[in-house]
Nanobody, 125 residues
Framework: QVQLVESGGGLVQAGGSLRLSCAAS????????MGWFRQAAGKEREFVAAITWTGVGTMNADSVKGRFAISRDNAKNTVYLQMNSLKPEDTAVYYC??????????????????WGQGTQVTVSS
C-alpha cells in the first residue's frame, strides 16, 4: 500500500504562486508514474499534470501549460507541483495520485491506483 499526503495549498491572490508537495510512504514510488488532478466545487475531477517514473517525461493539461510544472524527487519519495501565475479558475482541491502500471502517462483518473486526501487551493481575484 502507498499513502500519499498532499501539502502546500492555501489562499493566494491572482498572479501569485504556490508549490504543492505530495509525500509518499509505505512503499517507494520511484517506479510509478505520478499525476496531479483537481476538483473544483460542483465540477468533475480533472487532470492537471503527470510525470514518468524517471522524471524525464511530463504532460500538462492545456489549461495550465506554461504556468504549472510537475517534478519529482525519488530520493525523497515526493512529487511537486509548482503553480505560477495563478488564476481564480485554478481554485480547487488538488490531489496527487500514483499509477503503478504506467507504460505511458495517462490523463484518466480511473487509471491511477493510489490517491491522496487532497489540499485546497484558493485563488482570489
Amino acid at each position: 500500500q502507498v499513502q500519499l499526503v498532499e501539502s502546500g495549498g492555501g489562499l493566494v491572490q491572482a498572479g501569485g504562486s504556490l508549490r504543492l508537495s505530495c509525500a509518499a510512504s509505505g512503499r517507494t514510488i520511484s517506479r510509478y508514474a505520478m499525476g496531479w488532478f483537481r476538483q473544483a466545487a460542483g465540477k468533475e475531477r480533472e487532470f492537471v499534470a503527470a510525470i514518468t517514473w524517471t522524471g524525464v517525461g511530463t504532460m500538462n493539461a492545456d489549461s495550465v501549460k506554461g504556468r504549472f510544472a510537475i517534478s519529482r524527487d525519488n530520493a525523497k519519495n515526493t512529487v511537486y507541483l509548482q503553480m505560477n501565475s495563478l488564476k481564480p479558475e485554478d481554485t480547487a482541491v488538488y490531489y496527487c495520485a500514483a499509477d503503478i502500471d504506467a507504460l505511458r502517462l495517462d490523463i484518466r483518473s480511473a487509471e491511477y491506483d493510489y490517491w491522496g486526501q487532497g489540499t485546497q487551493v484558493t485563488v482570489s481575484s
